[in-house]
């Protein structure tokens, strides 16, 4: 797991207003490329598809091992085809995927299934994080929910995710965070992984919910690319090579909304992360459409994405202490997981 305890980004609109960020980060001057044009249709971008899930029974958590973490074992029996969670360790990984929240326990943080807080009669994975907790033995505090899909055996080079998503009313608390947000992630890509020393060229693509500015605000999706160093001692340096923000585009609070990203690698000119949101009952938006490096800057011969975390709740420990003094929780709910690759 990532191994920095606390680190700034650089986004140039933060940085003008003075605003310190998550990740310690050297800055590059070069902004991403923006695609002009509107919607894709997800067909041409799809490819085959690896895996879905209504999480509808006979899908269940349970304990994985004895290690404090927990994993999704069964088929959803409301889907004909690519709907075992068991099967995806030997077919598309080479080892078990499971739910990581680096420490903590139970009455901290959770995923669980649960009943779709609109639909009763629909089941649904819910986030949960009351708590913060020291993350990983490194001495850091952070707060942790996440899926891991890692090691895939055959690199992606090309793959699209959809999933419903459900943020409850809570989140409009954090409009009045007496500070920017920037480090709220609920998908974090890495190509190559930054935590082990025999990997070089790494990289990672992190999409969040952010907040532009410390007074009340609208929240929004951020995104950015970052090489990493890796340091003899564990440590990390993210140097920040673009980012991106969507002020443009309202989160949906209170409402099921369906969230799309394609991820193509590439360099500069040929890497490109595609995303939209689709209101419930609503039109699709286009959220980033960015062209820019997609893997680690030096890397002359990239070999596809093998880790990733398709669902992911992630943030610091001031945050969580902002959301305990409002005597509430932090949760997401998420509803029909699929990926495909090209």
Not at 179 to 187: A, F, G, H, M, Q
Not at 320 to 337: H, P
Request: proline share 6%; aromatic share 12%.
């Amino acid at each position: 797991m990532l191994k920095l305890t606390v680190h700034l980004s650089v986004f140039a609109l933060l940085m003008a207003a003075g605003v310190s960020c998550k990740k310690s980060t050297a800055q590059s001057p070069v902004p991403p490329t923006t695609s002009p044009g509107g919607l894709i249709d997800p067909a041409t971008l799809k490819g085959t598809l690896v895996f879905q899930s209504g999480f509808e029974p006979s899908c269940q958590i349970i304990p994985n091992g004895t290690n404090g973490t927990d994993r999704i074992i069964g088929r959803d029996a409301t889907l004909s085809s690519n709907n075992d969670w068991d099967a995806l360790e030997g077919t598309v990984l080479s080892s078990r995927p499971y739910f990581n929240y680096n420490g903590g326990d139970s009455t901290k943080r959770a995923a669980r299934l649960a009943t779709d807080p609109l639909n009763p009669a629909n089941r649904v994975l819910q986030y949960r994080l009351s708590d913060h907790w020291p993350d990983g033995g490194n001495g850091s505090v952070k707060a942790r929910v996440q899926y891991e899909f890692y090691n895939i055996k055959t690199g992606y080079k090309e793959y699209y995710q959809s999933v419903r998503m459900f943020l409850p009313s809570t989140f409009d608390l954090l409009r009045k965070y007496p500070s920017s947000i920037n480090w709220l992630t609920i998908v974090e890509i890495w190509n190559n992984i930054t935590w082990s020393q025999t990997v070089p060229n790494r990289y990672r693509l992190t999409l969040g919910i952010g907040k532009l500015v410390p007074s009340e605000n609208d929240l929004c999706f951020i995104v950015e690319g970052q090489d990493c160093q890796l340091n003899p001692d564990g440590s990390q340096k993210y140097t920040t090579l673009w980012e991106q923000q969507a002020p443009q585009v309202k989160i949906p609070v209170g409402k099921w909304f369906t969230m799309e990203y394609y991820f193509k690698e590439g360099n500069r000119q040929q890497g490109r992360f595609y995303m939209t949101i689709q209101p419930e009952g609503g039109q699709r938006q286009l959220v980033f459409d960015v062209t820019n490096f997609t893997h680690n800057s030096t890397d002359a011969a990239p070999d596809g994405v093998t880790h990733f975390n398709p669902m992911k709740l992630y943030t610091s420990k001031e945050l969580m202490d902002y959301m305990k003094g409002q005597g509430q929780t932090l949760n997401i709910f998420w509803d029909d997981l699929k990926i495909w690759k090209k």
